[in-house]
């Protein structure tokens, strides 16, 4: 079981992303020894370059880099070799706002946290994804086509995002509530 502190903590970053803008957290599901998409959106700037995008996947508590591309092409040279020629980003995608990378049979040893950084406009345009993958030993759908695979991802991370917007929602109008009765209180103790 994960202790509290765990929770919290990754509560905090959910949070924090979703009120700074800075980026998302997202659970992704998959299965051992299948390839796992790991969703990384952002927001294209109006006059998008190739040349000035950098995208760099990491895993999240250490500096082991998953892949690394920038001045328009992949880096493999700085990935650590237990992802070298694993890893695939979508070039097509990147004008879309799409730096989600694609690891090719998924390890027990792959399960774990991740981040996604993308910078553009020289330095401007600054955001940072972060990814907790979990896998299982037998498959929870059947079927390897790549677009069910897609679709099935997709609905997870939007029931996801929907639940931590409810959450959200819930939360501030408690405490809106709260902060209307106290000043209701406080006039008419005056």
Known sequence: MESPL???FW???FFEQLFLGEG???QVYGVSGEDILLPCIFTAATNFSLQQLV??????TSIIVVHSFYNEINHPE???????GRTKLFLQEFRNG???????????SDMGNYTCFVIQEDGKGYIENLVELKLYDKP???????????NRQRAICASGFISGVLVVLIGVGVGFSKMQ??????????
């Open 11 to 13: 509560s905090f970053l």
């Open 98 to 108: 799409n730096a989600s990378l694609r690891l090719k049979g998924a390890t027990t």
């Open 78 to 84: 700085y990935q650590d070799p237990a992802f070298r």
């Open 140 to 150: 929870m759908v059947t079927g390897s086509d790549d677009n069910a695979a897609l």
């Open 55 to 60: 995208i760099t996947w990491q895993r999240t």
């Open 6 to 8: 765990y929770i919290t």
């Open 24 to 26: 998302s957290f997202i």
């Open 181 to 190: 009765k106290k000043i209701q209180s406080s006039d008419e103790s005056e």
